[in-house]
């Protein structure tokens, strides 16, 4: 199964594949098998490459913290919304619907110069309203939906580009 963790600014994906106590995990192309024993609440004992060490794990939330070989890891689950624009160094931010839902109000028209997260569209679901914020600076080139409009999961709403690729 494929699975993504943010480390400051970047995205990490990897597969895992679990069986009982043992990990198969392929990152950058690398294979990679792991067996995992729960020692206490947070405490692991696990084998790596044939190596043994002890590895604290703490989940709380979104927020990750694993203590290895001396060193504290701290990774965050992304949301669908930071895996787009994180992904996305092209300088194009495409806004989706986060959920089924209704668009209350589009607050720009194509042509409008905004600012990193600076807000879009507002759109409702399940009785509560969404300010979708743009991740980048640039420019509204196109929308998708206006107000009123219902949307499904994913459905492409709105898109900023980056303004710099058209002043080079």
């Known amino acids: 199964m494929k699975y993504s963790l943010k480390i400051g600014k970047e995205i990490l994906n990897f597969n895992l594949a679990e069986s009982g106590e043992i990990f198969n995990i392929e990152f950058n192309e690398k294979k990679y098998n792991a067996e995992l024993i729960k020692i206490d609440s947070n405490l692991y004992s696990m084998i790596l490459d044939g190596q043994t060490c002890t590895v604290a794990i703490k989940k709380e939330g979104k927020s990750i913290e694993i ?10 689950i992304p949301s669908a919304r930071d895996k787009s624009s994180l992904e996305n160094a092209s300088g194009v931010d495409k806004i989706s619907a986060p959920m089924p839902g209704r668009v209350v109000k589009v607050l720009k028209k194509v042509g409008d110069i905004i600012k990193e997260g600076e807000g879009l569209i507002v759109v409702e679901a399940m009785k509560m309203e969404s300010e979708l914020k743009s991740s980048i600076d640039g420019k509204v080139s196109e929308i998708s939906v206006k107000d009123g409009d219902t949307v499904d999961l994913g459905a492409h709403l709105i898109t900023v580009e980056n303004d710099e690729k058209e002043d080079s």
């Not at 203590?67 to 965050?76: I, N, P, Q």
């Open 67 to 76: 203590f290895y070989k001396g060193d504290l890891f701290s990774f965050e």
